[in-house]
């Protein structure tokens, strides 16, 4: 199963490009719901136990998927490899060569996030040799009915086992410079031949350098590829040059988390990027940089692929120092119109800066944010990212649920400098009132994880919701004309959706540009 930090390297951009902090409650999927199916390449070393995956699925909306079959043909490497359902998994063998697995009940798939379906083993047999390769069709069905297809690549390599260096810490201020090293271990007792180092970066440590053999997103390293070759218990290491963007919020910390692969295991991960539409870093120009040789010592902790995946990893920490902070505004919004017309207003909040928040690594909310409805009128669009409040609670299983009197706002875990983030919300006027007044709240206690309690101006954390107003009246932010057809508020600053992703640029798992394509108009986004 992926862990947190492995699927977060692995969607990356889409899901943090959408600012999400939970998914609305799944509806029963609709016929005319489209599923994309996704399932890497896979280098399995000979010789070896094999490895463990498991397929992916995005739809065009959030939905629940009853009799759900994943049908798995690898009859071109029959005799070579075998496939089997991981412990639990309801697997069946359907020929030669076939594998059929059922899930046991009704799979999610968020129409943002997608859905994982039962682990396969993937594993050699005694007449599988390096070189072998052959194709891996996979095809689901949902209710009897094929839903989705795909089609990958299982080759036979050569097993090494690469293991992360030590992790280090450094010290500097926003937009202060400074250097560390990546250092990588040959654990096996085979010579490894060319090493991939890719990065999971957090929002403010750039890298000015472009050498030729990276790739990069504007500031932000992603991979990068050496050729050099580390014999059996040795290690090579590589420094690189970094600075902290100046909206680093301060004080804090920042992380970088570098994931060493073979060569091969990095074109598997990377494999159905363009099947996906992923949006591709681009090589720099500059010079190569090259791995220097380290003692083995150090080590505290042709087609290859590493065995023990588990050790691949080092840390970087950063003690952000100094004083940097971030004032959110809220934004609400001034309506007006007649009885029974249906308004739309774009209500949230500001980052006015100079930080920004980055919450990603923890995947909580930068804030929280508290919406009264106006008197007379009634909340009949309610963005998936907000829930009805009675009094003091909560009641999230009913997000997004209109008619409620208050709502409780969950924006998600990236707010940069300078941008503006809001859902819509769409009230109906049940009856007319002269400066009928609601409120937008940002910066409210919540006995949960994230939230933002240090603003530098909390005298702006409330802006009202002005319907009707009369002449003269103060009004929040933002608005909409008497036909209901609110505007959204103007963006400013960089694409959050492109900084936002971080060490998963190449989207790795390929389908983070689907993903972003598909989002819902009614969550929060900048």
Known sequence: MLTHST????????????FVAASASPAVAAPAAEFDLYFEDVTVAADSAGVVRSPSVYSSESAVLNEVSVR???SSLAGKVTLAGESGNDCTADGEGVLLCR???????????????GEVVIAPTDKAAKGDTGELKISLKVAGKEASSYASQIRVGEGVDLQGGPDSTVTAAPGGKFQAPVTVFNAGTTEVDGVVAMFDTDYGIRTKERFDNCLYADDFLFACEF?????????????????LATDTYAPGREYSYAWFMTPADFEDLLGIRKEAGAEEARRGTGKTLSLKAVSAARAARAVQTDTDPSNNFSELKVEVTGKNGADLEAVGATLNGKKGAELTAALGFRNN?????????????????????????????????????????????????????EYRCYPGPFAAAGETLTGEFTFRIDKVVANAT??????????????FYEDL??????????????????????????DGDGGSLPITGQSTGLIAGLGALLLAAG????????????????
Not at 103 to 117: Q, S
Not at 363 to 370: E, I, K, R
Not at 457 to 482: F, Q, R
Not at 521 to 526: I, L
């Open 72 to 74: 798995y043909d690898y």
């Open 227 to 243: 050729d050099e070759k580390i014999p059996a218990s040795g290690g090579a290491t590589a420094t690189f040059n970094y600075e």
């Open 353 to 405: 800066g100079p930080a920004t928040l980055d919450y990603l690594r923890s995947d909580s909310n930068v804030t929280y944010v508290d919406v009264t409805v106006p008197t007379g009128t009634t909340a009949v669009e309610v963005p998936v990212d907000c829930a009805p409040r009675t009094g003091s609670d909560v009641e999230w299983p009913e997000a997004g649920t209109p008619g409620a009197s």
């Open 511 to 526: 389908a983070g540009g689907y993903l972003v394509a598909k989002r819902r108009r009614t969550r929060f986004v900048a």
């Open 103 to 117: 899930e046991n009940g009704p799979v999610t798939v968020d129409g943002l996030y997608g859905g994982f379906f």
């Open 438 to 451: 609601g409120t937008i709240k940002v910066n409210v206690p919540c006995e949960c994880d994230g939230g």
């Open 7 to 18: 699927r977060r390297w692995l969607a990356g951009l889409g899901v943090a490009g959408a």
């Open 457 to 482: 101006k909390p005298a702006n954390d409330v802006a009202k919701i002005l319907v009707n107003a009369a002449s003269g009246a103060g009004g929040g932010t933002g608005g909409g004309d008497g």
